[in-house]
């Protein structure tokens, strides 16, 4: 059974940080993508980051780029997302996601039960 | 950057059918997944690719691709289906979803 779970999460003031991992169990974890989605309060899903399976290659949406890092540890089947530079607008949910690809077109088939960050002085 | 765009809200009687849609000009190139989510959970995937459904999944749901629609169809609603769907695709930037559809079923 694939279980993602993620921790890490909790209060920040304006300008902080905070580290969050997830671990993944249940598959072959250094075989697969993996990705950060999150979810404002009362808003809609919002795709964060991607790793590559070997955490070689990584991706991140525009709205984070140069404040979030991405990364994972393979030995302990971990991937983590380094927030930097929080604002009130990162407050959100944020779901670890294991990327699967059919033919070039991905898709997120499990996801996590997220763990909530909230940026407010 | 591309947009994804569904209808904030559809409902539903039971037991009839329903389709949500999603429109984006990246279904050109590029296959659409959905996902459900209910109050306070996860989201879970429900179709991907071509019309591909993850194991647990009911075989009510179904997608479909028109040009730059991409439809999800629940064929005889129940009452658990009553969630937020989103749909998600990708651009040049990277994976996006849909401002998610509301679920209501009668």
């Known amino acids: 059974e694939v279980q993602l779970l993620e921790s890490g999460g909790g209060l920040v003031q304006p300008g902080g940080s905070l580290r969050l991992s997830c671990v993944a169990s249940g598959f072959t974890f250094s075989s697969n993508a993996m990705s950060w989605v999150r979810q404002a309060p009362g808003k809609g899903l919002e795709w964060v980051s991607t790793?590559?399976?070997?955490?070689?290659?990584?991706y991140h949406a525009d709205s984070v780029k140069g404040r979030f890092t991405s990364s994972r540890d393979n030995s302990k089947n971990i991937v983590y997302l380094q927030m930097n530079s929080l604002r009130v607008e990162d407050t959100a949910v944020y779901y670890c996601?294991?990327?699967?690809?059919?033919?070039?077109?991905?898709?997120?088939?499990?996801w996590g039960q997220g763990t909530l960050v909230t940026v407010s002085s | 950057s591309s947009e994804l765009t569904q209808d904030p809200a559809v409902s539903v009687a039971l037991g009839q059918t329903v389709r949500i849609t999603c429109q984006g000009d990246?279904?050109?190139?590029?296959?659409v997944s959905w996902y459900q989510q209910k109050p306070g959970q996860a989201p879970i995937l429900v179709i991907y690719?071509?019309?591909n459904r993850p194991s647990g999944i009911p075989d009510r749901f179904s997608g479909s691709n028109s040009g730059i629609t991409a439809s999800l169809t629940i064929t005889g609603a129940q009452a658990e289906d009553e969630a937020d769907y989103y749909c998600?695709?990708?651009?040049?930037?990277?994976?996006?979803f849909g401002g998610g559809t509301k679920l209501t079923v009668l």
């Open positions: 990246s279904f050109r190139n590029y296959y």
């Open positions: 790793l590559s399976d070997s955490g070689g290659s990584t």
């Open positions: 690719g071509k019309n």
């Open positions: 996601a294991k990327r699967d690809f059919y033919e070039t077109s991905g898709y997120f088939n499990y």
């Open positions: 998600s695709s990708r651009d040049s930037s990277g994976p996006m």
